[in-house]
């Protein structure tokens, strides 16, 4: 398991049982309001063991859909999965790195 997946691990972890949550629940709530969108407790077993990760995509859904304790979850993942592209202000508020992806952009095309 990456350092990475290990974090995505404790963070999909730790939200599920200070909830109380099973993982259907969470997998349930996760899912509430997306349209053509489902995860299993299965996945989110597989999240917690390290096996796999939620998909960014998901994550950027959960952040625009949720206004609450999912959206918090999906600042953490993404700011686990991609810390060169997403972290958290002093206010732990969302900021996107822009000046990462950009000087990241600019080596990849030049390389």
Not at 13 to 32: D, H, I, N, P, V
Not at 37 to 57: F, L, Q, R
């Amino acid at each position: 398991m990456n350092e990475t997946t290990n974090l995505l691990a404790i963070v999909a972890s730790e939200y599920r049982k200070r909830r109380g949550m099973t993982y259907r629940a969470f997998a349930e709530a996760l899912t509430e309001h997306l349209v053509n969108t489902s995860i299993s407790h299965a996945s989110v077993m597989n999240w917690e063991k390290g096996m796999t990760e939620p998909s960014t995509d998901f994550l950027l859904t959960c952040l625009v859909v949720h206004n609450d304790w999912r959206a918090e979850w999906a600042i953490d993942c993404l700011c686990a999965k991609l810390p060169a592209v997403f972290d958290r202000n002093i206010d732990g508020r969302l900021i996107i790195l822009t000046s990462r992806v950009v000087a990241m952009e600019r080596i990849a095309q030049s390389g």
